[in-house]
Antibody, heavy 118, light 107 residues
Framework: EVQLVESGGGLVQPGGSLRLSCAAS????????MDWVRQAPGKGLECVGRSTNKANSYTSLYAASVQGRFTISRDDSKNSLYLQMDSLKTEDTAVYYCVRGFHGMDVWGRGTAVTVAS | DIQMTQSPSSLSASVGDRVTITCRASQNISSRLAWYQQKAEKAPKSLMYAASSLQSGVPSRFSGSGSGTDFTLTISSLQPEDFATYYC?????????FGPGTKVDIK
């Protein structure tokens, strides 16, 4: 079964850092483009960042709202994707989803909640 | 960034009704348009890609059409499990952007 499981969310103070993890199973992560999408409480969906696949050199793209603060990385040996979030702001509070970027965004994880508050 | 709009923002319908949701892009996105369904407190689920192609396992009562800037999602006969919020998304250029959503609830 193709599955994505996120972890690493929690409560962090403004200016702090958090690293989200996404463990993939049922497929080879390195073959696929991968995305991080977030949803603030009661709001719509926002693309945060995208990582191309290994064949395209794992190039990363970011939304303007997180550019310079968030970094996507991968560990092929663990079939995992990561989102390093630095200099967090209250407006980064959201559920963060790990998503496979195939035929649009075909497989979604359940999400992990991040709360930025003092 | 490409702006996506949807109409209506919400609708009330009965089981068996035909439902149509419209999505519009602020510029030409060819057919690079996807639709997602989200139920309360759950992750979105992919329904359709390339404007009119069903994801594997999605019932055939869902259909999509359009290209360029104007798109529609149609549910031919609404079922109890279809009450949810529906989002369109363009994946023509990054950042990919979503519409604000259409909430479908029970009449």
């Amino acid at each position: 079964e193709v599955q994505l499981v996120e972890s690493g969310g929690g409560l962090v103070q403004p200016g702090g850092s958090l690293r989200l993890s996404c463990a993939a199973s049922g497929f080879t992560l390195s073959d696929h483009y991968m995305d991080w999408v977030r949803q603030a409480p009661g709001k719509g969906l926002e693309c945060v960042g995208r990582s191309t696949n290994k064949a395209n050199s794992y190039t990363s793209l970011y939304a303007a709202s997180v550019q310079g603060r968030f970094t996507i990385s991968r560990d092929d040996s663990k079939n995992s994707l990561y989102l390093q979030m630095d200099s967090l702001k209250t407006e980064d509070t959201a559920v963060y989803y790990c998503v496979r970027g195939f035929h649009g965004m075909d497989v979604w994880g359940r999400g992990t909640a991040v709360t930025v508050a003092s | 960034d490409i702006q996506m709009t949807q109409s209506p923002s919400s609708l009330s319908a009965s089981v068996g009704d035909r439902v149509t949701i419209t999505c519009r892009a602020s510029q030409n996105i060819s057919s690079r348009l996807a639709w997602y369904q989200q139920k309360a407190e759950k992750a979105p689920k992919s329904l359709m890609y390339a404007a009119s192609s069903l994801q594997s396992g999605v019932p055939s009562r869902f259909s999509g059409s359009g290209s360029g800037t104007d798109f529609t999602l149609t549910i031919s006969s609404l079922q109890p499990e279809d009450f949810a919020t529906y989002y369109c998304q363009q994946y023509n250029s990054y950042p990919f952007t979503f519409g604000p959503g259409t909430k479908v609830d029970i009449k």
